[in-house]
Antibody, heavy 119, light 107 residues
Framework: QITLKESGPTLVQPTQTLTLTCTFS??????????VTWIRQLPGKALEWLAL???????RYSPSLKTRLTITKDTSEDQVVLTITNMDPVDTATYYC???????????WGQGHLVTVSS | DIQLTQSPSFLSAFVGDRVTITCRAS??????LAWYQQKPGEAPKLLIH???TLQSGVPSRFSGSGSGTEFTLTISSLQPEDFATYYC?????????FGQGTRLEIK
């Protein structure tokens, strides 16, 4: 059974760096074409893809946020970490991690983690 | 970036109706398209991948078709639990992108 869960702060101040952790089970990030993907959803808005990392350390980022994003994986701990620098109130959103298969989409999702950016 | 445009953005229908949602890509993406259903307060749920393959456990009233730049999601007979927001997603190239969503409401 595949599960994922996001964790991290729920409140960050403007200009701070956000660190989110996705802890997963039921699959291995050493499997070809399997990735963990981060997606966010601003309140009342559409889904926005942020980044992903594959088993071969292939990493991809949203161009609009690339300078602020870093994705890393710890296969021994079954975790993937996303950091976003210089947080702004417009980054207030629910952040999801998902199990993603190349060319197919995200078949399993975490419950989502609401992050509010405010002073 | 590949832009995905869904139509309509809002749809009102009766239980039992057949509905179709369209997703148009700004350039060809072969069959690398997925459809998701999202209910308020919940994570999205994968319904269809590779344009027309039904995800395991998804009712057969959902179907997908298309290739290249035009895709459709059809619900053959709406059930009360189908009222939600639907998103298409292209996984052909990076960055992965989503449509703006179609909100399906009960009439």
């Amino acid at each position: 059974q595949i599960t994922l869960k996001e964790s991290g702060p729920t409140l960050v101040q403007p200009t701070q760096t956000l660190t989110l952790t996705c802890t997963f089970s039921g699959f291995s990030l050493t499997t070809t074409d399997v990735s963990v993907t981060w997606i966010r959803q601003l309140p009342g808005k559409a889904l926005e893809w942020l980044a992903l990392t594959y088993s071969n350390d292939d990493k991809r980022y949203s161009p609009s946020l690339k300078t602020r994003l870093t994705i890393t994986k710890d296969t021994s701990e079954d975790q993937v970490v996303l950091t976003i620098t210089n947080m702004d109130p417009v980054d207030t959103a629910t952040y999801y991690c998902s199990h993603h298969i190349r060319g197919s989409g995200s078949s399993f999702w975490g419950q989502g983690h609401l992050v509010t950016v405010s002073s | 970036d590949i832009q995905l445009t869904q139509s309509p953005s809002f749809l009102s229908a009766f239980v039992g109706d057949r509905v179709t949602i369209t997703c148009r890509a700004s350039q060809g993406i072969s069959s690398f398209l997925a459809w998701y259903q999202q209910k308020p307060g919940e994570a999205p749920k994968l319904l269809i991948h590779t344009a027309s393959t039904l995800q395991s456990g998804v009712p057969s009233r959902f179907s997908g078709s298309g290739s290249g730049t035009e895709f459709t999601l059809t619900i053959s007979s709406l059930q009360p639990e189908d009222f939600a927001t639907y998103y298409c997603q292209q996984v052909d190239s990076y960055p992965i992108t989503f449509g703006q969503g179609t909100r399906l409401e009960i009439k």
